[in-house]
């Protein structure tokens, strides 16, 4: 299985940028496809996609949300935070079965 | 607008069965692959199976293999997850989601599954 591997808790300040990594235990791209998704799920609520295949913004998600990265690793940028973006957020790969998440980044106000 | 709603979920005890189904509307569901997510309290997302677009082909995590059993009526745009053998560990929010190399699209609100005697 691919693991992904992401810090628990970033904490940030309202207006400044938040970066969010994770990390593969394997790559996750084909022939420079990179099969790595990005959701925000805050408390209640069920998970909503922000980014997929790294880079791309899925529908209706603000500008200030991107995604970069390749192969193994992959980067969720929020430029500037609000306090609407404070949330959980996860990386997962459908690179191959299983389908598999990280656990999850808790971003929180310094 | 995209609709996906679960239900079914409730309180079972260990070794029972339970049924869950997702009811789509919105988009055309034959289109899409499809998948049930759970989420454990105060735990992180775990994918659990996926169905093909005519329930030809289905995918299962190891430890609810043999036990669990993902299908799908295109006719009637709906989505079942059929839990048997339930364990504590099965104890979740159970997501109804479109599955694809483009990530899981859309979620229904979860249906909680408590396992516990």
């Known amino acids: 299985d691919i693991v992904l591997t992401q810090s628990p808790v970033l904490a940030v300040s309202l207006g400044q940028r938040a970066t969010i990594s994770c990390r593969a235990s394997q790559s996750v791209s084909i022939s420079s496809i990179n099969l790595m998704h990005w959701y925000q799920q805050k408390p209640g609520q069920q998970p909503k996609l922000l980014i997929y295949?790294?880079?791309n913004l899925a529908s209706g998600i603000p500008a200030r949300f991107s995604g970069s990265g390749s192969g193994t690793d992959f980067t969720l940028t929020i430029d500037p935070v609000q306090a609407d973006d404070i949330a959980a957020y996860y990386c997962?790969?459908?690179?191959?079965?299983?389908?598999?998440f990280g656990g999850g980044t808790k971003l929180e106000l310094k | 607008e995209v609709q996906l709603v679960e239900s079914g979920g409730g309180l079972v005890q260990p070794g029972r069965s339970l049924k869950l189904s997702c009811a789509a509307s919105?988009?055309?569901?034959?289109?899409?692959?499809m998948a049930w997510v759970r989420q454990a309290p105060t735990k992180g997302l775990e994918w659990v199976a996926s169905?093909?677009?005519?329930?030809?082909?289905?995918y299962y995590r190891d430890s609810v293999k043999g036990r669990f059993t993902i299908s799908r009526d295109n006719a009637k745009s709906s989505l079942y997850l059929q839990m048997d053998s339930l364990r504590s560990e099965d104890t979740a929010t159970y997501y109804c989601?479109?599955?694809?190399?483009?990530?899981?699209?859309?979620w229904g609100q979860g249906t909680l599954v408590t396992v516990s005697s």
């Open positions: 169905i093909s677009y005519d329930g030809g082909s289905t």
């Open positions: 919105g988009f055309t569901f034959s289109d899409y692959y």
């Open positions: 997962q790969q459908s690179r191959e079965s299983p389908r598999t």
């Open positions: 295949r790294a880079s």
């Open positions: 989601t479109t599955d694809g190399r483009y990530g899981f699209a859309y």
